[in-house]
Nanobody, 124 residues
Framework: QVQLVESGGGLAQAGGSLRLSCVAS????????MSWFRQAPGKERELVAQ????????YYADTVKGRFTISRDNAKNTVYLQMNSLKPEDTAVYYC?????????????????WGQGTQVTVSS
């Protein structure tokens, strides 16, 4: 069983920055593909960023490319999402997710493990 706990959400002004963290309880953390999803009110949950177990491969949604950076520290069982140049449209609940797949197509059903979510609100 894998437990994920996010932190770092909050309120930011447009153009500002926030850093999300997700700590995993899994002994096999270093073998998991980790991702950040977000869900805005009335919208479907969408993949924001993904990182392979080694950290050598990453993916970003077009809407965040160049502004967000995903990284991981396998020694600390932690994945991060650095969010810069925030926009009001980035406002959502952000979820950390893990999958044993070597890579994900971004489908929610591919992820058996989820955190509880952390709210990010960006004011204009």
């Amino acid at each position: 069983q894998v437990q994920l706990v996010e932190s770092g959400g909050g309120l930011a002004q447009a153009g500002g920055s926030l850093r999300l963290s997700c700590v995993a309880s899994a002994r096999t953390f270093s073998s998991l593909t980790m991702s950040w999803f977000r869900q805005a009110p009335g919208k479907e949950r969408e993949l924001v960023a993904q990182i392979r177990w080694s950290g050598g491969l990453t993916y970003y949604a077009d809407t965040v490319k160049g502004r967000f950076t995903i990284s991981r520290d396998n020694a600390k069982n932690t994945v991060y999402l650095q969010m810069n140049s925030l926009k009001p449209e980035d406002t959502a609940v952000y979820y950390c997710a893990a999958t044993p797949l070597s890579w994900s197509s971004g489908v929610v059903n591919e992820y058996p493990y989820w955190g509880q979510g952390t709210q990010v609100t960006v004011s204009s």
